[in-house]
């Protein structure tokens, strides 16, 4: 009896092996995010009509507990409109960094709370991709007057495309097929008082701007690498 169930252990042991062994490993992930890293260093000072005014640095304790490879924080301006934004894009090596990392945790965690009812997700279309986000309104109690927020955030998850649902994050976190490719998470971040629609064009036109970034982001993560390999040689030759 001792021998048949020493037997079937060895044999649900190689089972697992066999299985599993072709699966990405953080090393064999090293090329993809270093390709991520030097997409998001070369996004441009200037998005369209969107100016760079600032480069702004997150909170320590966010950089901590994200571990981030790559992250875009800026402050701009588009200078017709006298408009304002920041974007934000961070992304990680490992998905299980970002499982609790989204502003319904994070700005409570920091003195903000939430704003009114929050909208259902949307989505919109830029150029042809779909993307939902997921508006999201703080104020936090200050002197004189309380301060406010307004947010549009969604998720980015290799080879799944976009979610606004921090489960899709946690679950790409269980698959052992994504989770070396990590996850990026996408801010926009406008004046509280920003009207709804306003604040999507704003959205749009921001996301518009980086769409090759986004596609790597999202989309499978050799596909991403083929096309950084065939650009490389087109600017050698």
Known sequence: MRSISLTISVALLAAFYFTTRDYPTAEKADPYHTHILQAVE????????????????????????????????????????????????????DSRDMGGHYPP????????ERDAEWPASKTVTVGDMQIPYQVYTFKQRAFPRDR?????????????????????????????????????????IVDADTPEDAGERIFVELMSEITPLLKDLSGNPES??????????????
């Open 148 to 188: 406010r927020t307004k947010i549009y955030g969604f998720f980015a998850i290799p080879d799944s495309g976009f979610r606004t649902d921090i489960k899709s994050v946690r679950k790409a976190a269980e698959d052992y097929r994504v989770r070396p490719f990590g996850c990026a998470q996408i801010q926009v």
């Open 105 to 112: 945790v994070c700005y409570p965690s920091s003195g903000w």
């Open 42 to 93: 070369g996004t441009p000072d200037m998005l369209g009509k969107w100016r760079l005014v600032k480069k702004e640095e997150p909170p320590a304790a966010a950089q901590q507990l994200l571990r981030p490879n790559a992250l875009l924080a800026r402050y701009m301006v588009k200078d017709d409109t006298n408009t304002w934004a920041r974007l934000i894009v961070v992304q990680t090596r």
């Open 224 to 237: 991403a690498l083929q096309k950084a390999s065939r650009m490389s040689q087109k600017e050698k030759s």
